[in-house]
């Protein structure tokens, strides 16, 4: 996956209905890494000959990897670097096999401004088939408020009365 162009919104500036995809082209060198940072060697996932016998037929990916596809567009694009996950959840609805060219997705579907808080429906497809969906929920920084000037030098600050 080329590192998208990083984007970043603050609570303020989210609305209803923005929307952000990333595509990504599953490599062997993708499930084999998840694996080895996972700790997960299924073998549905790394052999050949036991994936073959199989209902798949093949190997494929491991789900919770098609997941981390979700994070990468929530903490590069929508809502961007600073937003913090809170939860996730998932609905599997069919593989991901090495090879395929998944497309993530992810809305905006509720905002709330105690916490500055996001729900995101969120969605993964292969050739327009949907192979997982749910909802993200994240914290996401409020817009920085602004400082008061810095007084000249040899100028007193200002103070607020009391």
Same mark, same amino acid.
């Given at each position: 996956?080329?590192?998208?162009? $990083?984007?970043?919104?603050?609570?303020?500036?989210?609305?209803?209905?923005?929307?952000?995809?990333?595509? =990504?082209?599953?490599?062997?060198?993708?499930?084999?890494?998840?694996?080895? !940072?996972?700790?997960?060697?299924?073998?549905?996932?790394?052999?050949?000959? %036991?994936?073959? =016998?199989?209902?798949?037929?093949?190997?494929?990916?491991?789900? $919770? %990897?098609?997941?981390?596809?979700?994070?990468?567009?929530?903490?590069?694009?929508?809502?961007?670097?600073?937003?913090? %996950?809170?939860?996730?959840? $998932?609905?599997?609805?069919?593989?991901? =096999?090495?090879?395929?060219?998944? !497309?993530?997705?992810?809305?905006?579907?509720?905002?709330?401004?105690?916490?500055?808080?996001?729900?995101?429906?969120?969605?993964?497809?292969?050739?327009?088939?949907? !192979?997982?969906?749910?909802?993200?929920?994240?914290?996401? #920084?409020?817009?920085?408020?602004?400082?008061? #000037?810095?007084?000249?030098?040899?100028?007193?600050?200002?103070?607020?009365?009391?």
């Amino acid at each position: 996956m080329a590192m998208p162009v $990083l984007t970043s919104y603050f609570f303020e500036d989210l609305a209803l209905g923005m929307r952000e995809t990333i595509m =990504k082209t599953v490599m062997e060198s993708d499930v084999v890494g998840f694996a080895q !940072v996972s700790g997960d060697d299924n073998p549905i996932h790394l052999c050949d000959v %036991y994936a073959a =016998k199989t209902r798949f037929g093949q190997r494929i990916a491991h789900g $919770l %990897y098609t997941a981390s596809l979700i994070s990468a567009v929530l903490g590069t694009r929508l809502p961007g670097p600073g937003a913090v %996950y809170m939860s996730q959840t $998932l609905s599997f609805k069919a593989p991901v =096999k090495i090879g395929d060219v998944v !497309v993530v997705s992810v809305e905006v579907v509720e905002l709330v401004e105690k916490g500055r808080r996001c729900r995101l429906h969120c969605e993964a497809s292969v050739d327009g088939q949907v !192979v997982l969906d749910g909802e993200a929920t994240v914290m996401v #920084p409020g817009r920085p408020k602004e400082r008061a #000037p810095e007084p000249a030098p040899g100028q007193p600050a200002k103070t607020e009365a009391a």
